[in-house]
C-alpha cells in the first residue's frame, strides 16, 4: 500500500480521541426500575435534552463562526505595492540593458526559447520576451510573445511574435517593490482555483486527501487506514485528516491536542463541507497552508511559495517543482529546500512516485523528473522592500484615504510611480559620488550624507527617492524629513517675483551690486556678502542670477517685497512657514529636498504647479478599483515670466555656476538648474530640469557640521550623474506668443548690436525690451542710419 | 509732404544701407553671442501642429471610447497614461480638459485647457477648442465675463495665454 509510504501532515489523532469515544455508548445503560432508578432516568433525559439543547446551541456557534470566516474577508492580506509598469512603444528611449535590468527586477529568466511567460532571449539589439501579462486598475493586459528591436538605445519596433504584426504598446507588469504586512506578520498572496496549475490539485490530493471529492469532511476509511498503518509501524506514521479538517484546524483552532479540539474540528469541518462546495473549501486550502518561514514573515498559501522559493508564478512551475511545493506541506521547516536540500529532494521525489502510481505522470517522465536538481532561487525574494524611502512617501501619502489598519490587513493593491530604473540610477550616482567625493576632499570615508527626489516633468509623478547614502536602511528619511536652509535655491523664486512684473523688470533691468546694509525689525545690522567678497557694480539681472550673486538679488528682494517673495514661492509650492525677514532672500529658510523639488517642478512645468504624487491607483483585493491620484494642474505663474527665468537658469548651466555640467553632460543634452551653497558651507544643493526630468540632491551632514562643499562642487556631481545616465530629453523651453529675442549690451542693459563687446541674446516678453541703443550701437553711423530708416517704416 | 513714391524710395535708400552695414560691419569681437535664440524649443524645431505618435494614438482611441460609454474616470486615466508617453503632445491636455469639464470639475478643465493652449502653438483650431472649453469651464464657475472674454479669444485670438 503506498499510503504507508507517504507519511503526511495529517493531524495524528491522538489516542485520546481513539479511546474517549466509548464512554458515550456505556451510558446507554438505564431504564431500571426502582424510584431512585426512576429518579435518576428522569435526570438523565433531562440532561439528554439540556445536552442537546447546548449541542445544538454550540453546533449553531460553531456554524456562525465558520460562516463569518468564509463570507468576508477570509485573511488579513497584507497590502502590495508595485512599481510603475514599463511601457514598451517603438520611438521609447531604453536601452536593452535597461529592459534586461527590468526583466530581471521581475524575475524572467533568460532562456533559449522565450515560448512561455516569464523568460526572455536576448540576440543583438532584438529581445524577444514572453509577458506574463498583469490586472492592471484600468484592465488587463494579456499575456504577450513579443519581438522589441533596438538601435542606439531606443525601442524602433516592437511586434507580436507570431503573427510578425507592430504593437502600439505593450506594458510590462510592474515590478513587486514593497508589502505592507499584517501585525501577525502572516504573508499570502491569493490564488483562484481556476490559475491553480492541474497537476497541482491532483497531487495534493494523492498526498494529502485523496478521497477528498467523495467525503463529507471526515473520512472514516482514512482513519481507519490510518490508524492500521500506525499500529503496524510502532509509531505514528500517518494521520486521517481531510483536507478540510486541516483547512479547519488552521482557520479556527489551536494546535493544541485536545479531544475538545478533535469534536470542534469535525464538526466544524461537517459545518464547512455542508455550507460549501468543494472547490470552494479547496481553493481555501491552497491559499491557507503554510508552506515556509522568512524571518518572521510567515509564507501562507501555493502561490506566494511559489514566488518564494521559484521566483515563478504558478502557473509557470514545472512539474517537479510541483511535487517539491505539494510535499512541503507535510513539514516546511523539515523538509525545507533551502535548509535540508536532501530531505527536500527525496520528499519531493516520493511524492513523484506517488504520482507515477496513481498513472498521473508516466513513468519514464517520472524517472526523469527525478533526475532534475531541485530549481529553487538561490535567496528568496525578500519580503524587505529595497526602496524604504519611497516606501515611505506612499505610506505618508495614502494616510488621507487609508488608515494603518487597512494598509495592513485590506489585501490593497497599490500602483506607484517609482521607477526602478531611475531609483537604481540614482543610487549609483549616489554611491559612486560620495565615495569620490570623500576620497578627493579627505573627508573620512561615510561621513556624507545625503537626500535625492527625482520626478517626471510634466506630471510630477515622483521616480526615485533617496533617503541616504545608504538607500536599503529604513530610517532617517532625508528627502522627506530634513528641514535645511537652501541658500542660492531661493533666488529663482526672488527673480520669477520681478519678471512677473514686466513693466518693471526684464532679464536686462541693471541690479546694484554695491554693498548694501539695512536695519532689520530687531534692530541688527544686515550686511548680504558675494560667496566671492567681492561687489560687482551694475548687473543685469540675468547675470546677477546666472552667477549667483547675492547682494544684487537681495536689493532686488527687497524691492519686490518680501511677502511678495513669499507669496510667489507658496504659489510654487513652498510649504506655508516661511519666516518673513531678509535673510530669507538668500536662502536662510529651511526645506526638505521633497519641498525645493515641488518649488522647480512648478518652474519646470512652465509654472504649472501639480503636486508631487508617488501613487497613481489603489484596488481593492478582488481587482476592483478603490482609488485614484488624478494629475491635477494650477497655474501658478505667468508662463512668459518663467520662460524668461528659465531661459537665464539654463544660462547658469552654460556660463553660470553650474557651468561644470558642460564637461559632464552630453553637448546635446540642455538643462537649467541652479546651484544652492550655505554659511560655513554646511549644505551642498542642487536642482535642474531636463524636458523629462527634474531632480534635486543634497548633500550634507546630519549634524550640520560644515562639509566644505558648495552646490557645484558637491551636490552638482551627484545630479549630472543621474541626469547623464537617465534616458531623458533635452530642455523644452515652450516659448510662449509675443516672445521676442534681442541682443543686449550687458554693461547697460540697452540694445546691442552683435559686435558690441559685451552683447547677449536675452529674451523679452514683447514690449518690454529696452528701447535705447548701447553707446556701442550710436558709435556706427551707418547703424544708426539703418536704424532710422526702420523708425520711418514703422 | 512727401508722396508714398518717395517713402517707398527712401525705405530702398535704407535698405540698402543696411545691407551695406552688414558687409561693412566692424569685425567681431572676441566674445562672440550665440545665434538666436539659445535655448532649445519645441515650436522651433518643427512649426506645424505635430501627429502624435502612434502609442498616444492608440491611448486617445482607448480614451475616446471609454468616454463614449461614460466612463469619464476611466478615459481620463487613459489620456494620463498617454501623458506620461508625450507630455508636449497638446492634443491630450485638450482631451483631459474636456473630460474634467464634463465631470464638472471647471478648475482642473481651464487649467488643462491653458495647458494645451501653451503647448499648441501653431495649432489654431486646437486653441480655438481650448477657448470654448475655458469659456464653458468659467460659465460653470459662474464667471459670465470671464467666459464672454475667452469666447472672443475662440473667436479672434491667435491663442496666446
Known amino acids: 500500500m503506498t499510503r504507508r509510504q507517504i507519511p503526511t501532515t495529517k493531524r495524528r489523532h491522538s489516542k485520546r480521541y481513539l479511546t474517549k469515544r466509548k464512554p458515550a455508548r456505556a451510558t446507554r445503560r438505564g431504564g431500571m426500575l426502582g424510584p431512585f432508578r426512576r429518579w435518576s432516568l ?63 527586477l ?64 505593450v506594458r510590462l507588469e510592474p515590478v513587486a517593490i514593497a508589502n505592507i504586512y499584517p501585525t501577525h506578520l502572516e504573508d499570502r498572496l491569493i490564488a483562484r482555483l481556476e490559475d491553480v496549475p492541474p497537476l497541482l490539485v491532483k497531487a495534493l490530493l494523492v498526498v494529502e486527501d485523496a478521497d477528498f471529492y467523495s467525503h463529507r469532511g471526515l473520512d472514516f476509511g482514512a482513519v481507519a487506514r490510518a490508524m492500521l498503518a500506525n499500529l503496524k509501524a510502532g509509531q505514528i506514521v500517518q494521520g486521517g485528516s481531510t483536507l478540510t479538517q486541516q483547512l479547519v484546524k488552521n482557520l479556527f483552532l489551536s494546535s493544541e491536542r485536545s479531544i475538545w479540539r478533535k469534536v470542534n474540528e469535525a464538526l466544524m469541518a461537517g459545518l464547512l463541507e455542508w455550507h460549501y462546495s468543494k472547490d470552494e473549501i479547496l481553493e481555501t486550502y491552497i491559499n491557507e497552508v503554510y508552506l515556509g518561514q522568512d524571518g518572521a514573515r510567515a509564507i501562507h498559501g501555493f502561490a506566494l511559495a511559489s514566488q518564494f522559493y521559484f521566483k515563478r508564478r504558478l502557473s509557470e512551475l514545472e512539474p517537479e517543482q510541483i511535487a517539491l511545493l505539494v510535499g512541503l506541506v507535510k513539514g516546511p521547516s523539515y523538509y525545507g529546500p533551502r535548509q535540508n536540500p536532501e530531505r527536500a529532494k527525496a520528499r519531493r521525489d516520493l511524492v513523484l512516485s506517488e504520482l507515477e502510481e496513481q498513472e498521473i505522470l508516466s513513468a519514464g517522465a517520472a524517472a526523469e523528473l527525478r533526475t532534475r536538481p531541485l530549481g529553487v532561487a538561490d535567496k528568496a525574494p525578500s519580503g524587505v522592500t529595497p526602496f524604504p524611502a519611497f516606501l515611505e512617501l506612499v505610506r505618508h501619502q495614502l494616510q488621507d484615504h487609508y488608515p494603518e489598519e487597512a494598509l495592513r490587513s485590506a489585501g490593497l493593491v497599490i500602483f506607484t510611480s517609482l521607477d526602478p530604473l531611475v531609483q537604481i540610477e540614482a543610487e549609483r550616482a549616489v554611491a559612486g559620488q560620495l565615495k569620490e567625493l570623500e576620497a578627493s576632499r579627505g573627508l573620512p570615508a561615510g561621513s556624507l550624507q545625503t537626500a535625492v527626489v527625482v520626478t517626471a516633468v510634466e506630471t510630477g509623478e515622483v521616480l526615485a527617492l533617496v533617503g541616504g547614502r545608504d538607500p536599503r536602511l529604513e530610517g532617517y528619511n532625508r528627502a522627506l524629513d530634513a528641514k535645511r536652509p537652501i541658500g542660492s535655491l531661493v533666488k529663482p523664486v526672488i527673480y520669477l517675483t520681478a519678471l512677473s512684473r514686466p513693466r518693471e523688470y526684464s532679464l536686462a533691468t541693471l541690479l546694484d551690486d554695491q554693498p548694501l546694509s539695512i536695519r532689520t525689525s530687531d534692530d541688527k545690522t544686515w550686511s548680504p556678502q558675494n560667496y ?12 546677477s542670477l546666472v552667477a549667483s550673486y547675492n547682494v544684487s538679488t537681495a536689493r532686488l528682494g527687497l524691492a519686490v ?19 518673513h525677514y531678509p535673510s530669507l ?192 550701437v550710436r558709435s556706427n553711423p551707418v547703424q544708426s542710419a539703418g536704424d532710422w530708416f526702420r523708425g520711418l517704416l514703422n | 509732404m512727401p508722396g508714398p513714391h518717395l517713402v517707398r524710395g527712401i525705405a530702398a535708400a535704407g535698405l540698402f ?6 558687409c561693412v560691419a566692424p569685425p567681431k569681437t572676441d566674445t562672440p553671442a550665440p545665434p538666436p535664440p539659445p535655448v532649445p ?41 498617454a501623458l506620461r508617453i508625450d507630455p508636449y503632445d497638446s492634443k491630450l491636455w485638450n482631451l483631459l480638459a474636456a473630460i474634467r469639464l464634463q465631470q464638472g470639475n471647471a478648475a482642473q478643465a481651464e487649467a488643462m485647457a491653458s495647458k494645451s493652449n501653451s503647448l499648441a ?35 479672434t485670438d491667435d491663442g496666446a495665454t
Open chain 2, 17 to 22: 544701407l543696411i545691407c551695406l552695414h552688414g
Open chain 2, 41 to 81: 524649443t519645441a515650436q522651433e524645431q518643427s512649426e506645424a501642429p505635430q501627429p502624435s505618435a502612434a502609442p498616444v494614438v492608440a491611448l486617445i482611441k482607448k480614451a475616446q471610447g471609454e468616454r463614449r460609454e461614460g466612463r469619464l474616470e476611466q478615459a481620463a486615466a487613459s489620456v494620463e497614461r
Open chain 1, 561 to 579: 517685497g518680501i511677502d511678495e517673495v513669499i507669496a510667489t514661492a507658496q504659489r510654487l509650492g513652498a510649504p506655508r512657514d516661511l519666516p
Open chain 1, 532 to 543: 566671492d567678497r567681492k561687489y560687482h557694480g551694475r548687473v543685469t539681472l540675468r547675470d
Open chain 1, 585 to 776: 532672500l538668500l536662502g536662510a529658510v529651511e526645506m526638505t529636498p521633497m519641498e525645493v523639488g515641488q518649488i522647480y517642478q512648478s518652474l519646470a512645468a512652465s509654472g504649472y504647479r501639480t503636486p508631487l504624487i508617488a501613487i497613481r491607483e489603489v484596488m481593492g483585493p478582488d481587482g476592483e478599483p478603490l482609488t485614484r491620484y488624478p494629475l491635477k494642474l494650477t497655474q501658478a505663474a505667468d508662463p512668459r515670466a518663467v520662460y524668461l527665468l528659465n531661459a537665464a537658469l539654463y544660462e547658469v548651466t552654460r556660463q553660470g555656476t553650474a557651468r561644470a555640467l558642460q564637461s559632464r553632460l552630453p553637448a546635446h543634452l540642455k538643462v537649467a538648474g541652479k546651484t544652492g551653497s550655505t554659511d560655513d558651507l554646511r549644505d551642498s544643493w542642487f536642482a535642474g530640469f531636463s524636458g523629462e526630468h527634474l531632480a534635486v540632491v543634497w548633500i550634507g551632514h546630519d549634524d550640520n557640521k560644515s562639509i566644505g562643499l558648495t552646490g557645484s562642487n558637491g551636490a552638482l556631481l551627484v545630479w549630472a550623474d543621474i541626469m547623464r545616465d537617465l534616458p531623458t530629453r533635452p530642455l523644452n523651453l515652450n516659448t510662449p506668443d509675443d516672445m521676442e529675442w534681442l541682443l543686449i549690451d550687458t554693461q547697460n542693459g540697452l540694445l546691442a548690436a552683435d559686435y558690441c563687446a559685451h552683447a547677449q541674446w536675452m529674451p523679452f516678453i514683447k514690449g518690454t525690451a529696452p528701447t535705447a541703443s548701447a553707446p556701442c
Open chain 1, 42 to 104: 428522569m435526570a438523565v433525559w433531562v440532561l439528554a435534552l439540556v445536552s442537546t439543547l447546548c449541542g445544538l446551541a454550540y453546533t449553531a456557534y460553531l456554524d456562525h463562526r465558520v460562516r463569518d470566516r468564509f463570507e468576508g474577508a477570509r485573511w488579513e492580506l497584507p497590502a502590495r505595492v508595485f512599481a510603475r509598469p514599463l511601457e514598451l512603444y517603438a520611438g521609447k528611449a531604453l536601452s536593452p540593458e535597461a529592459l534586461v535590468e527590468e526583466l530581471k
Open chain 1, 106 to 169: 521581475l524575475h524572467y529568466e533568460a532562456a533559449q526559447t522565450e515560448a512561455v511567460p516569464g523568460r526572455y532571449r536576448q540576440q543583438g539589439d532584438t529581445i524577444a520576451l514572453h509577458t506574463r501579462g498583469f490586472p492592471f486598475w484600468d484592465a488587463i493586459e494579456p499575456a504577450r510573445h513579443v519581438r522589441i528591436d533596438f538601435r542606439a538605445d531606443r525601442v524602433t519596433g516592437l511586434f507580436a511574435v507570431q503573427s510578425n504584426a507592430p504593437l502600439d504598446l
Open chain 2, 121 to 155: 502653438r501653431n495649432d489654431r483650431r486646437l486653441q480655438r477648442e481650448n477657448w470654448l472649453i475655458i469659456a464653458q469651464a468659467r460659465r460653470q464657475r459662474g464667471d459670465e465675463d470671464g467666459a464672454r472674454e475667452a469666447e472672443q479669444r475662440a473667436r
